[in-house]
């Protein structure tokens, strides 16, 4: 459905975008027809909603807020490579044959005595210290897990709410501040499992269907597949971004509006995906790369991840759909 375009747009759209007169009957003729035409393309409903997206993306810091969600971003991995560092510490403490079969790969791959000593020192140590590590880790990673929550909110509810600043009613105790991002930061946690076992189990099943009916010769299935695999991801992205423009703004979001700027996330964020799985095998070809590569992948995809999500939730906010309702829910809290 397209969006109401009022009677004062559309003249907007017949006069002229620059109105500069050189002299030159031919000149001025020229720069009106452009204009026209340029005011024209901004008048359509679809362009001018972007424009307003753009506009309130750009007013209200969007860029600024994503740098700080991608910086949030970033530090979180630091908790959770000490859990990580934890769990191997306590697998290989449970299985001596795995532990020595990796000290022994240790010292036959590298050549260098000196690394080979310092990492089965790495590996004592994820040993001796799993405990400490562990539970360091665990509690670290709770807590910047609920402020990376709190800052995602607070970006997005600066882009959907009426008023760019903050009103007495928005004010919270510091204890249902974080209580509330703790239940959000599991429910996002929950919406994550749902969404990747759902990719998983999807992808599974059909290769399984394919190889149980013998088609894996047949040329003209891989991009029906592909397809069908691609289809299944933005759908996994779609209830991904419908939990987050649902539960974290204040206000009650628009039915066509959310549901649209949702497909319009769930799209966006499957091309980044695409770009980035270009563009880190090349990183990592060079030496360079190879270093900084993966550091630099994963800053990006939080970047353009927090940009996105940001610029969908201005797109949902500045929606103007004819009978569009908000969502009722009842007993729904911010």
Known sequence: MKENQPAEQQQDAEKPLINIKTGNDTVDKSITRISRL???????????HFLRAGER????????????????????????????????????????????????KI????????????????VNTAIQQRTTVGLTGLFIALYSGISWMGNLREAIRAQSRDVWERNKQEKEKIWFKYTRDFISLMGLVLALIVTLSLTSIA??????IVR????????????????????ISILANYLLFLWIFWILPRHKPRKKALF??????????EVIKFIMTLTL????????????????????????????????????????????KPIEVSARKA
């Open 57 to 104: 993306f750009n007013d209200r810091l969007g860029s600024q807020f994503g740098a700080a969600i991608t910086y949030f971003s970033f530090l979180s991995l630091i908790p959770i490579l000490m859990v990580s560092f934890a769990a191997v510490g306590f697998v290989l403490a449970s299985n001596q044959d795995l532990l020595t079969e990796l000290i022994n």
């Open 107 to 122: 010292v036959n791959n590298i050549s260098d005595p000196t690394l080979a000593s310092t990492l089965k020192n790495t």
């Open 38 to 48: 340029v005011s024209w393309f901004q008048a359509i409903p679809a362009v001018a």
């Open 203 to 208: 992808g599974a099943a059909q290769e399984a």
């Open 212 to 231: 149980a009916l013998g088609l894996e010769g047949i040329e003209w299935l891989r991009p029906a597949m592909t397809l069908i695999a691609l289809s």
């Open 260 to 269: 649209r700027g949702t497909l319009l996330a769930a799209i966006g964020f």
């Open 281 to 324: 095998p090349k990183l990592a070809s060079s030496p360079s790369g190879a270093a900084f590569g993966s550091v630099l992948g994963l800053m990006a995809f939080f970047y353009f991840f927090a940009r996105l999500t940001l610029f969908c939730a201005a797109w949902i906010a500045t929606a103007k759909y004819k009978d569009d």
